[in-house]
Structure formats: C-alpha cells, structure tokens
C-alpha cells in the first residue's frame, strides 16, 4: 500500500518476509518491518516513512560518515535509527549494536552506521 497507492518509496522491497528491514518505518515509535504489516492494522496509529523525516539528524549523519554505500538498505536502516534515537537518547554500544542487527546490509558498511548514530547520540554538529 505504501508504495503502490501511496507513492512512498523510501521503504524498499526486500526479502518481503521480515528478515532484511529494507522495508522498516516507523509506527507509534517503533520500528516496523512494513512487509509484516497489513494497512488494516494501522488504523488510528501514527506512520512515518522515510519521506516524513525531512532532515534529521540521522540523515545528515549518514551523509556525513558516509553510511551507505549502494543505498538499497539506507531508508531502513535511517527509520530504525531514527527510532532508536528517539526512544533511547542514551543509547549504549550494546544498544546500538542490537538495533542495527534488525536490518541487513550486504555492502558492510555497519562501522559507518555505528559513528552516525554515535554521533547524533553525542550531540556532535553535523
């Protein structure tokens, strides 16, 4: 629904069984695997996509550390990071480090995506 009627891209196709997080947004402030979620179960809950964003932090910390690579899995990993900032401000390694395992990138470019939160996490200026 969210691609084909609503013309939100950002979460891509993946695996489409919940495995890789290519698809993640964020419902009521937590991350989601869109490819598990029926429209119907969204009813009355707030949904952000990657389009919603418009400039976060995270974003311009993925730019800055360089946090991608072919950028097929960036939109997911951005929305879970987004989340995580959002819901744990004080996030440890072992936080971040369990966060990021929910998605799946084949380009290996996870040490990037680590400083980039690190980064929102300290207050660095981006």
Known sequence: MLREQLDLTGAKPG???????ACTIIIDQM??????????????KKITTVEGLQNAP?????????AFQCG??????IMNCHALIET????????????????????????????????VLSGEQL
């Open 15 to 21: 695996c489409e069984n919940g495995d890789c997080g």
């Open 31 to 44: 991350p989601q695997k869109s490819c598990l979620v029926l429209a119907v179960e969204c009813e009355g």
């Open 88 to 119: 744990h401000p004080h996030a440890n390694e072992l936080e971040v480090e369990n966060w990021l395992q929910s998605n799946i990138c084949r380009c290996t470019s996870y040490q990037e995506m680590k400083e980039a939160v690190r980064s």
């Open 72 to 77: 097929y899995c960036t939109p997911g990993f």
């Open 58 to 66: 995270i974003q311009q910390a993925f730019l800055k550390k360089w």
